[in-house]
Every structure is written in structure tokens, then in C-alpha cells.
């Protein structure tokens, strides 16, 4: 079993940027690919990004690309979000997720943290 707490989410306004952790224990995520997953109210879980286990492949939504970019540190078994130039739109409990597969799809997944918040004012 592996459990994974995000932090830090909070309130920024648009244009600024926020750095979410992912924070592993139970195991090692070295052997897992781990993503990053959003849900604002009202609408469904979506996909965000992830990254292979060894980190040589990173994948990311389109409305996203350019801006977040996906990291891990597997000595300090934690994985990353950095999210530059927020808009309003990305407003979300934020969600990280380890696993054996590389879906954009929550199936996909096998472990998940219980999210941090992320609210961008206009």
C-alpha cells in the first residue's frame, strides 16, 4: 500500500504560480508512475499529467501544457507540481495518484492522496 498526501494548494491570483507536493510513504514510489489529477465542483475528475516511473516520459492535457510541468524525487519519494501562469479555470481540489499504468483515465490508477485545494481569483 502506498499513501500519498498533497499540500500545497491555497488562494493565488491569476498569473501567479503554486508548487504542489505530493508526499509518498508505505513504499517507495520508485517502481510507480505517479500523476496528477484535478476536479473542480461540479464536473468530473480530469487529467492533468503524469510521469513514468523513472521519469523519462511526461504527459500533459492540453489546457495545461506549457505551463504545469511534472516532477518527482523519488530519494524523497514525493512527486511535484509546479503550475505557472494559473487562470481561474484551473480552480480544483487537486488530486495525486500512483500507479502501474500511464491512462488519463482514473481507472488507470491505483493509489490517490485526498487533495489540497487550488483556487485562482481573476
Known amino acids: 500500500q502506498v499513501q500519498l498526501v498533497e499540500s500545497g494548494g491555497g488562494l493565488v491570483q491569476a498569473g501567479g504560480s503554486l508548487r504542489l507536493s505530493c508526499a509518498a510513504s508505505?513504499?517507495?514510489?520508485?517502481?510507480?508512475?505517479m500523476a496528477w489529477f484535478r476536479q473542480a465542483p461540479g464536473k468530473e475528475r480530469e487529467f492533468v499529467t503524469s510521469?513514468?516511473?523513472?521519469?523519462?516520459?511526461?504527459t500533459y492535457a492540453d489546457h495545461v501544457k506549457g505551463r504545469f510541468t511534472i516532477s518527482r524525487d523519488d530519494a524523497k519519494n514525493t512527486a511535484y507540481l509546479q503550475m505557472n501562469s494559473l487562470r481561474p479555470e484551473d480552480t480544483a481540489l487537486y488530486y495525486c495518484?500512483?500507479?502501474?499504468?500511464?491512462?488519463?483515465?482514473?481507472?488507470?490508477?491505483?493509489?490517490w492522496g485526498q487533495g489540497t485545494q487550488v483556487t485562482v481569483s481573476s
Open positions: 495518484a500512483a500507479g502501474y499504468g500511464l491512462g488519463r483515465t482514473t481507472i488507470s490508477w491505483d493509489y
Open positions: 508505505g513504499r517507495t514510489i520508485s517502481r510507480y508512475n
Open positions: 510521469i513514468s516511473y523513472r521519469g523519462g516520459s511526461t
